[in-house]
């Protein structure tokens, strides 16, 4: 980060699509060719898969890898069980890396392990052969999910090489299955009686146990379903439904209805807490940018029924047919194809549990911030009453934990961290705006534990304050509070001023608060906890000069304006803080 971040909460904005338009990129003739059903996207860059079948092959199952960028389309027909009745029509597609699993009909389920195109199929063995499955989903390569039309509900622990009939506890048709984590999965479900509930079964224990929630509608159908986070979802269906939960589908709120003359809606897609998309009959296609307060229709000329939407993220999306699809490809897109990820989170803003991917190294390294501790820097603010200072320590999970209790004993807190080579730079404040009362640090190898990690940490009374990501390792410091975090996102941005302002406008309009900073794999990350019963009057990250006098000056004169720093970060000579004000 070579310029000084000085970034101030003045403004809320939502992510926008500048002037990106839908482009038809792929359409068959009405002679033969697929016959789409849905669609998946690995994560990684701009790929679509499409699934269907396809009356020229005797309605065998098909997919097809669209790759737009490259002009790329590669075809893959299954010879599985060729059936003039459509019974292996494949309803749904999950793309995890290079593994591909699609379900249908008859309790069909295949797999391929070298992306699906490349025409290696193998046809996975389930319990039941009259079994209608309408949905998919793996959390990893071993464990999968897969529902259907009779209550019907499969689970596999080994990448599907056996599926196991899982009894519902409720007997109802089935449509969707969604996995915000490995713990947290959501299953739709349609009582089509008089009263036309809606039911959402949901699990925290990695589907080990479910929960019935009844949610009502006066529609017919719920097609939809998609979950930002493991409170956050939406549903649609037909009448121009769409519903809303923000606590993980206890209670529901409608959002819309009747839409263009009682049309369906067939699925719905959001790539933020605010942004979100939804399409169905006679090319109806739907955008909202407040979390589905409002919607707004998208023409794009097409007049037949849309059945699938899917984005990677807030850059690039795709919307079908039975015949097309339809790209929507942000600019910025471009710029970035290189190096595109997804936002680090339990979300993982994309519908299907895709992790950031690192195409190149590293171009930014924090380096220890070198301050003479054993004279400790020290501020009194006669109008805080603040004690603060800068404490280096030796990388050791277990000695900085013992570290952490006895600043808690003597009435300090650390409040931020940053971590390069074998040394970790802490930032200690005797202020305790939340009464914290223990302190610790957790470690994480990989994405899946961070992901999991902070979550676990949050359902124990933990709150996160403070994180580092390196190469390795990603170091989270936690507090237990009185408080509690209803969520939590690690929003990730390109190394612009207005990029990480924009990217985090979102998420402060949800009452979420910044408590942490990082730079990691040349992308800027921003640790945010939504906290309901917490007001922040404002907040910024503020850039200086790497030398002590203008820290020690800076820091003094944020603290007497009442803001309490929560994130120290150095890239490049630079000292970034993160101050929130409450």
């Known amino acids: ?158 990448g599907g090489s056996s599926w196991n009939i899982y009894k519902s506890p409720i007997n109802i048709f089935f449509s969707r299955v969604f996995f915000t984590d490995k713990n947290n999965g959501y299953i739709l479900g349609m009582q089509r009686d008089a009263n036309n509930n809606g039911v959402i079964l949901k699990t925290t224990d990695a589907g080990k146990s479910w929960t019935i929630h009844n949610f009502k509608t006066n529609a017919k159908e719920i097609n939809g379903m998609y979950f930002y986070d493991s409170q956050n979802g939406w549903v649609c269906g037909n009448g121009g439904h769409i519903s809303h939960t923000s606590n993980g589908g206890k209670t529901w709120e409608k959002q819309q209805w009747y839409i263009d003359g009682y049309h369906t809606l067939n699925d719905i897609h959001f790539v933020s807490l605010n942004e979100g998309w939804t399409c169905g009959a006679r090319g109806l296609l739907y955008h909202t940018t407040d979390g589905g307060n409002n919607w707004q229709k998208v023409d794009i000329g097409e007049t037949q029924d849309f059945t699938a939407i899917e984005f990677n993220g807030p850059y690039i999306g795709w919307v079908a047919t039975s015949r097309k699809v339809y790209q929507l490809m942000d600019p910025r897109f471009k710029k970035y194809k290189q190096e595109y990820s997804k936002n680090l989170s339990t979300t993982t803003s994309s519908s299907r549990l895709k992790q950031p991917t690192q195409t190149s190294k590293p171009q930014h390294k924090p380096t220890p911030l070198i301050i003479n501790t054993s004279a400790a820097i020290k501020f009194l603010s006669a109008e805080k009453g603040m004690n603060w200072e800068i404490r280096s320590y030796k990388n ?178 630079v000292v970034n803080m993160l101050f929130v004000g409450f």
């Open 396 to 573: 050791n999970v277990n000695e900085l934990n013992k570290a952490f209790k006895q600043m808690l004993e003597h009435g300090s807190m650390p409040v931020g961290l940053n971590i390069a080579n074998n040394k970790m730079e802490v930032f200690v404040s005797s202020n305790q705006p939340f009464n914290y009362s223990d302190w610790t640090l957790k470690k994480y190898c990989n994405k899946d534990d961070l992901s999991t990690g902070i979550s676990e940490m949050i359902e124990s009374g933990y709150l996160p304050f403070g994180m580092t990501l390196t190469e390795n390792n990603f170091n989270i410091l936690y507090a237990k509070t009185k408080y509690v975090a209803s969520a939590w996102q690690i929003v990730e941005s390109e190394l612009d001023l207005s990029i990480v302002d924009g990217n985090m406008q979102q998420w402060l309009a949800q009452q979420y608060v910044p408590v942490g900073i990082s730079v990691y794999a040349g992308m800027y990350y921003t640790l945010m906890i939504r906290l309901p019963d917490v007001k922040m009057t404002n907040w910024k990250i503020e850039g200086y000069e790497d030398d002590q006098y203008t820290i020690l000056q800076k820091v003094d004169a944020n603290v007497s304006a009442g803001m309490v720093p929560f994130g120290y970060l150095k890239e490049e000579g």
């Open 1 to 158: 980060m070579k310029t000084k971040l000085l970034i101030s909460c003045l403004i809320f904005a939502n992510i926008v699509f500048g002037q990106a338009k839908w482009e038809l990129i792929y359409e068959q003739d009405g002679n033969g060719g697929l016959m789409i059903n849905n669609l998946s996207s690995d994560g990684a860059e701009h790929d679509v898969f499409v699934c269907g079948s396809r009356k020229n092959s005797f309605l065998a199952f098909h997919i097809s890898k669209i790759n737009q960028w490259t002009k790329d389309q590669k075809w893959a027909q299954g010879f599985l069980s060729l059936s003039i009745n459509a019974q292996d029509d494949p309803k749904d597609i999950f793309v995890l890396g290079n593994d591909v699993w699609v379900c249908g009909y008859r309790g069909m389920i295949s797999h391929s392990g070298d992306n699906g195109y490349e025409g290696t199929w193998d046809l996975q063995a389930t319990p039941a052969n009259n079994l209608f499955l309408e949905s998919i989903w793996f959390t990893d390569k071993n464990n999968g999910w897969a529902v259907g039309r009779n209550a019907d509900i499969l689970y596999t622990i080994n």
